[in-house]
């Protein structure tokens, strides 16, 4: 069974740093692409990084550009997220998910089938 | 940035109604959509990817459409279980971009 665990979500001060991680099973996490997005409190959902499987291609949202990142280790079967020079508005649920991908007849489709339970971030003083 | 403008924001609907959520794309995104379910506290579930496949387990009175710009997600007949918010979200290119959401409410 598929399974994300996220873990390191507290309360820290603006302009504090934090380090989530998703800790992965169930699935060969060294071939897999990782993402991680958030949910700010009431509001919709929000992508917030990927990462390809050997770590080498890396994306970001412009709203954490220069202050998160992304990383994994495929050894421990980890996925983390760096947070620094945090704002208020970076307070929500954070979620890792896993980004699959399929042969279709023509090309190839992404998807994100599996999903940790959040780990909640709260920037405030 | 690819901008998904989802619709209705919010409906309200009865147990057994069909139901037609959709989303459209700034720019063309080809088939490269799916849509999620979340539930109040819960993460995001994958119902439909590729915008018209039907996810592994998922009821099939869930089905996809569209392709290009416009993409529709149609709830055949209403369960009590399917009250909650669905999302698109398209995978064409980076930043991935979520529609903003439509919350499905007991009538």
């Known amino acids: 069974e598929v399974q994300l665990v996220e873990s390191g979500g507290t309360w820290v001060q603006p302009g504090g740093s934090l380090r989530l991680s998703c800790a992965a099973s169930?699935?060969?996490?060294?071939?897999?692409?990782m993402n991680w997005f958030r949910q700010a409190p009431g509001k919709g959902l929000e992508w917030v990084s990927y990462?390809?499987?050997?770590?080498?291609?890396?994306y970001y949202a412009d709203s954490v550009k220069g202050r998160f990142t992304i990383s994994r280790d495929n050894a421990k079967n980890s996925l983390y997220l760096q947070m620094d020079s945090l704002k208020a508005e970076d307070t929500a649920v954070y979620f890792c998910?896993?980004?699959?991908?399929?042969?279709?007849?023509?090309?190839?489709?992404?998807?994100?089938?599996?999903w940790g339970q959040g780990t909640r971030v709260t920037v405030s003083s | 940035a690819v901008q998904m403008t989802q619709s209705p924001s919010s409906l309200s609907a009865s147990v057994g109604d069909r139901v037609t959520i959709t989303c459209r794309a700034s720019?063309?995104?080809?088939?490269?959509l799916g849509w999620y379910q979340q539930k109040p506290g819960k993460a995001p579930k994958l119902l439909i990817y590729?915008?018209?496949t039907l996810h592994s387990g998922v009821p099939s009175r869930f089905s996809g459409s569209g392709s290009g710009t416009d993409f529709t997600l149609t709830i055949s007949s209403l369960q009590p279980e399917d009250f909650a918010t669905y999302y698109c979200?398209?995978?064409?290119?980076?930043?991935?971009?979520f529609g903003q959401g439509t919350k499905v409410e007991v009538k």
């Open positions: 998910a896993r980004e699959a991908v399929e042969m279709a007849t023509t090309s190839i489709v992404n998807f994100f089938d599996s």
């Open positions: 169930g699935f060969t996490f060294s071939t897999s692409m």
């Open positions: 990462v390809s499987s050997t770590g080498n291609t890396i």
């Open positions: 720019q063309g995104i080809r088939d490269d």
């Open positions: 590729a915008a018209t």
């Open positions: 979200l398209q995978d064409y290119d980076f930043p991935r971009t």
